[in-house]
């Protein structure tokens, strides 16, 4: 009788193959779960400071469209914006926080910037600040934006 070898079980080759192929596989899925994290928290992240500078935003525009002058003072990094309607805007650095008034509209502020600058357009003077904020714990999460305000000319 002759004996035959027996096809049963698998053999090391492929055994090895399987393990190497399983590794990758949950290598791969390593990989997009660490990314689907972390785009999770910057996510999270920017719509928190998105609603700080949409506070900051709505109440800076109400008062640039009733005023035809507003004054910028610096001072060790804290910077006061007054406008000719009262207003007060106030950066202190030491804290991060933005006031309008007594009132803190902003936290976690890691960049504020104001300048003033007169244009004159078709013989009309006007007067644009330029806001530049950085709102954020870290570079990485941290809401950027730069935008020119025109005050009230006519």
């Known amino acids: 009788m002759k004996k035959f070898k027996s096809d049963k079980g698998i053999t090391l080759l492929a055994l090895s193959i399987y393990i190497i192929v399983i590794s990758l596989i949950l290598g791969l899925l390593a990989t997009l779960n660490n990314f689907f994290s972390n785009n999770i928290k910057v996510v999270r992240d920017s719509s928190k400071y998105a609603t700080s500078f949409d506070k900051f935003n709505s109440f800076f525009v109400e008062d640039v469209k009733n005023s035809k002058n507003a004054k910028i003072e610096t001072n060790d990094n804290n910077i006061t914006i007054t406008f000719d309607n ?30 003033s600058k ?8 006007k007067e644009i600040i330029t806001i530049d904020i950085a709102i954020g714990s870290n570079g990485k999460n941290t809401f950027n934006k730069k935008i020119d305000y025109t005050l009230k000319y006519w």
């Open 86 to 115: 009262g207003s007060t805007y106030f950066y202190e650095d030491d804290d991060g926080g933005l006031y309008r008034g007594k009132v803190k509209i902003a936290s976690s502020v890691t960049n504020f910037t104001a300048t």
């Open 118 to 125: 007169t244009v004159v357009i078709n013989n009309t003077e």
